[in-house]
């Protein structure tokens, strides 16, 4: 069965730090990864998904097949970071969503 | 584009009562998600419909729990008899025709749903 872990639910760094949320994912086929960001009071939107290997508002993200791991780095937090983060994945052949439990980050003026 | 669309946004029930809960898509969106979260959890897929169908369920409760999407009007959650362990956020999330894996999904501001 497929699981998506995000081992840490609160992460605090300071502004202009470097910052690492993890997620890791079990799923026997091949996933799509995605990380999902809500703002304070704003809804769940898409932030980056591995398929595009793009980087967004300074955010990036690889997937590592052996690490099963999909961890979002970003080398200088701002505090318009602050937000919840989650990592999804969707199975082969399926549209639907399978979310981690979500990083509250708080970046520390 | 007002985006996905939910109401109520809070609704308030007492136990044994019905809960219906509203999303209408994006314009031009066909496919619809439920998701459920509960206090503390992440986001739990429920279910997946397209107009009229219902593609994948598979997250659904098996008692008291359906949903629809008719080919006019709003998808519809329904929540019979409702007990307090359904108190949760309810979201929803639409995509256009000829999603498949890996697309966007685009999220409603969700439902609060509370069970007195």
């Known amino acids: 069965a497929q699981r998506v872990t995000q081992p840490e639910k609160l992460l605090s760094v300071f502004k202009g730090a470097p910052v690492e949320l993890k997620c890791n994912y079990s799923?026997?086929?091949?996933?799509?990864l995605f990380w999902y960001v809500q703002y304070s009071r704003q809804r769940l939107q898409l932030l980056l998904r591995?398929?595009s290997r793009e980087s967004i508002k300074g955010f990036t993200a690889d997937l590592n097949k052996g690490e099963t791991s999909f961890h979002l780095k970003k080398p200088f937090a701002q505090e318009e970071d602050s937000a919840m983060y989650y990592c999804?994945?969707?199975?082969?052949?399926?549209?639907?969503?399978?979310f981690g439990t979500g990083t509250r980050l708080t970046v520390i003026p | 584009n007002a985006g996905v669309m939910q109401n109520p946004r809070h609704l308030v029930r007492r136990r044994g009562q019905e809960a219906r809960l509203r999303c209408s898509p994006m314009?031009?969106?066909?496919?619809v998600y439920w998701y459920r979260q509960l206090p503390e959890e992440g986001l739990k897929f429920m279910v997946y419909?397209?107009?009229?169908?219902?593609?994948?369920e598979s997250g659904m409760p098996k008692e008291r729990f359906s949903a629809e999407f008719p080919k006019e009007g709003p998808s519809i959650l329904r929540i019979q008899q409702v007990v307090r362990g359904d108190s949760a956020a309810y979201f929803c999330?639409?995509?256009?025709?000829?999603?498949?894996?890996?697309?966007?999904?685009?999220f409603g501001p969700g439902t609060r749903l509370t069970v007195l």
């Open positions: 314009k031009g969106h066909s496919h």
């Open positions: 799923y026997s086929g091949s996933p799509e």
């Open positions: 419909l397209q107009k009229e169908n219902i593609i994948d």
């Open positions: 591995h398929i």
């Open positions: 999804a994945l969707s199975q082969t052949g399926a549209n639907n969503l399978f």
């Open positions: 999330a639409s995509s256009p025709p000829g999603t498949s894996q890996g697309d966007t999904q685009y």
